[in-house]
């Protein structure tokens, strides 16, 4: 009996050690370098949990994660050693690189994380803030197993976030803005995805995801301002769900594009795609394009877009240009609906069993004149208010997109903050008319800020937008 006992207290004893090594935790001084700290990183065991000081400020940080470890930051600031990644996640053993958090961080850099493979690794409640000629916040481009993206905030980058493979990936309750390409990339067999209740605006495209990719859902997103597409599913997709997404104000909300062109028939390009109650509505070109696709699978298990979905009011661009915002019997009469859905089909003429197949391509077009342009510069991100939660994202719309020389067109700037704090004074710059207007916004508030142009020359007159000192955007209106 008493050694039987006594085996237990061994067990025991045995078990709480083990439990002491697992949870064991690494602190971080505020002062120290990016070597200092790479090597207690180096000499942590297996699943210790690295701790900075809280709200520190770390300067030309570059630093490897290689095995099991929890990074917190506990809002502290990494700036990153030039080009350098902050944090590449990077390993060789298969054994120990897994299980893998960074949490609690502002990244600000050129690069800001990569992730060279992989399982089981999580970033969360990170802020990534790109400098000039930045390229990627997060570069997952060999693919990852077990993947998951939680609470990020991103800007001033050229591509947000992304992903070239993997298996079991979850990008949730993400703010994505002012990035100058992608906000989301899935390429390259990608499986079993589910990109939820994510905030997109003010970058090229919002999601850009095919190649391979399976099993994805797409559901509960936010899509604003994108200056080209929304959400673009781009070849060779199995089992993708968009559901239940807000699509608004960009130039095209849907693009479902198939072959190039040199085998439209392809049976695997695309297969089981959904469209069910999304609202993809003030789109300024289409709201819904499909591109290459063969006509016969339209309604089909290959693609199916459901009759609630809200596809309304899209080819805003158009109906302001050409028309001269028109509206009621005149401008249904000579469009209507049709820019809601807007189709390029492959009609299948091949007889037997040929394989050889030809095409005709059936187009639906409108030839316009481009509507109003607004070029937007490289994103920009309004200097930091004394770590306020300020987030500040601008909106322009021009009244007219051509008018005659000498009469006045109006400029709206509405100024939106995301955050939570009150801004401190904003300024919004016309270089065209030489006037500066300024708002303070509460959090979560907006205001329109209005410029009347007179425009002096006939042909185009382009109308620079500045704000607080940045280019944010050239309007063009073409005087007659």
């Not at 877009?305 to 240009?321: E, F, M, P, Q, S």
């Not at 919004?428 to 509460?442: A, D, G, P, Q």
Request: hydrophobic share 40%; aromatic share 8%.
């Amino acid at each position: 009996m008493i050694k039987k006992l006594m085996f237990l207290l061994v067990l025991v004893i045995s078990v709480l050690s083990l439990s002491s090594v697992v949870s064991a935790t690494v602190d971080i001084n505020d002062t120290a370098t990016s070597n200092q700290i790479q090597k207690q990183i180096n000499d942590a065991d297996l699943g210790d949990e690295i701790l900075f000081t809280p709200d520190a400020t770390y300067n030309d940080i570059s630093l490897v994660i290689s095995k099991s470890a929890t990074v917190d930051g506990r809002g502290a600031t990494l700036i990153a050693d030039g080009t350098n990644p902050i944090f590449a996640i990077a390993g060789s053993d298969a054994r120990t690189f897994q299980n893998i958090v960074i949490r609690n961080f502002t990244l600000i850099g050129h690069d800001a994380i990569t992730v060279r493979g992989g399982t089981n690794i999580t970033l969360a409640d990170l802020n990534l803030i790109g400098v000039t000629s930045a390229y990627y916040a997060i570069d997952a481009r060999n693919g990852v197993n077990g993947f998951t993206v939680n609470n990020l905030v991103i800007t001033g980058f050229r591509d947000a976030l992304v992903i070239g493979g993997g298996d079991n990936i979850v990008v949730s309750n993400c703010y994505f803005h002012n990035n100058e390409r992608n906000g989301i990339s899935l390429f390259n067999s990608v499986n079993n995805a589910n990109i939820t209740n994510n905030n997109l605006t003010t970058s090229s495209y919002g999601i850009y995801f095919g190649g391979g990719v399976k099993d994805v859902l797409i559901s509960g997103n936010t899509i604003t301002h994108m200056a080209c597409e929304a959400l673009a599913l781009v070849r060779s997709a199995n089992g993708v769900i968009i559901f239940n997404n807000t699509i608004r104000f960009n130039q095209i909300g849907v693009i479902i594009k198939g072959s190039s062109g040199n085998n439209p028939f392809d049976p695997d390009f695309l297969n089981n795609t959904i469209l069910d109650r999304n609202t993809i509505t003030d789109n300024y070109l289409i709201g819904v394009f499909l591109q290459n696709l063969p006509e016969n699978i339209i309604g089909t298990n290959i693609l199916t877009i459901t009759d609630t979905n809200r596809i309304t009011n899209n080819g805003l661009g158009y109906k302001t240009d050409y028309y001269d915002k028109q509206e009621g019997s005149y401008w249904e009469r000579e469009i209507g609906d049709s820019l809601n859905i807007l189709k390029s089909y492959y009609k299948d003429v091949s007889t037997g069993n040929n394989n050889n197949q030809s095409t005709e391509p059936q187009i639906v077009y409108i030839e316009v004149e481009k509507p109003v342009t607004v070029t937007v510069e490289k994103p920009v991100t309004v200097e930091k208010q004394l770590a306020k939660d300020v987030v500040i994202i601008p909106t322009i719309k021009v009244s007219k997109a051509k008018i005659k020389k000498g009469k006045t067109v109006s400029v709206s700037v509405r100024l939106k903050n995301f955050g939570k704090d009150r801004s401190n004074i904003l300024k919004v710059y016309n270089k065209y008319t030489k006037k500066t207007l300024t708002s303070i916004i509460n959090g979560n508030g907006a205001k329109t800020l209005k410029f009347n142009v007179k425009i002096n020359k006939k042909g185009i007159n382009k109308i620079p937008i500045y704000l607080n000192g940045k280019l944010i955007a050239t309007v063009s209106v073409r005087g007659l």
